[in-house]
């Protein structure tokens, strides 16, 4: 049984992320490791952990030790062909991939890249956590790579701080990959929720930037113009190598992100191959600025 001076930290990259290795996560862990395992999550905000033997009841039994599982958002009926894949059967599990068995998804989010998001940045209450676990990968690509928004809140002008301090956006989203959505039409049929641009973290009492390129359409009360000059601005900066950890994957790994603070996309990948990741989640809180 893994003690918490079992686990070996080797950080991912400068910007942030940690590959934690000296534990199985099959086991059950003591709460102590839990905890430190917590300590490091809010210190590296993505945790890697390779070689993991997961089924899918003991990923979900190892996410369900930070908190209450996250139910698989269902897409409105206009929506439901983009997201409801046939071997999605539990309701905590969602199928990150390309594969199709006899014409149909059996998962979601298919091919090629995606760009950076936030897992249901589009709910009144993001998921707190996502964990992946990697079943299938393509030969080359499909890598994910994370943000790290506390640097980017800090690397802001403080003129550009104090220009969005108290501000709200709006987060919507239509199961689109690398598209964003038209918002001059009727949205009240698409999810979408306004959450403060900037969030302190709840735990680690840090501002940090909560907007993506996705999603993130528009902020509220501003000329449409400087909205979009200023969220752009704000979607390069986060993208930018300084902010990014890039994570190959490798079959087994299991990566967890803090989902308030890591804002993530996908780089390109071969469509003819398969990619298969299993993905839960750890529900949300609202977001205060
Ligand atoms: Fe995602």
Excluded at 3 to 26: C, N
Excluded at 216 to 238: A, C, H, K, V, Y
Aim: with cysteine; aromatic share 10%; glycine share 6%.
């Amino acid at each position: 049984m893994a003690t918490t001076t079992d686990l070996k930290v080797t950080p991912a990259s400068d910007a942030l992320g940690a590959e934690i290795s000296g534990i199985d996560l099959r086991e059950d862990l003591p709460e102590a490791v839990i905890d430190e395992i917590r300590r490091l999550w809010q210190e590296h905000i993505v945790l890697v952990f390779r070689d993991q033997e997961l089924s899918m009841e003991q990923q979900l039994a190892f996410a369900g030790r930070f908190g209450e599982l996250g139910e698989r958002k269902r897409a409105p009926d206009a929506l439901r062909e983009r997201t409801e894949g046939i071997y999605q059967t539990n309701e905590n599990i969602l199928l990150v991939t390309n594969i199709k068995v006899d014409g149909e998804p059996i998962g979601a989010f298919g091919d090629a890249d995606m760009w950076f998001h936030i897992d249901s940045g589009y709910a009144e209450k993001p998921y707190k956590y996502t964990i992946l676990y990697g079943l299938e990968l393509p030969s080359k690509g499909g890598n994910t790579l994370f943000a790290n928004t506390y640097k980017v809140y800090d690397a802001l002008p403080d003129e550009l701080k104090a220009k969005l301090a108290g501000r709200k956006a709006l987060h919507i989203h239509e199961y689109l990959r690398t598209e964003k959505v038209d918002v001059t039409k009727d949205i009240s049929n698409s999810p979408h929720y306004y959450h403060p641009v900037f969030i302190t973290h709840p735990e680690t009492g840090k501002k940090a930037v909560f907007v993506d390129r996705l999603m993130t359409r528009l902020i509220e009360g501003m000329d449409p113009d400087e909205s979009e000059r200023t969220l752009n601005q704000l979607f390069d900066l986060m993208e930018s190598p300084e902010f990014v950890y890039e994570h190959v994957w490798r079959l087994k790994d299991l990566v967890m992100w803090d989902n308030r603070v890591a804002v993530h996309g996908r780089t390109w990948f071969p469509k003819e191959e398969n990619r298969l990741l299993r993905r839960c989640t750890v529900e949300g809180e609202p977001l205060h600025e």
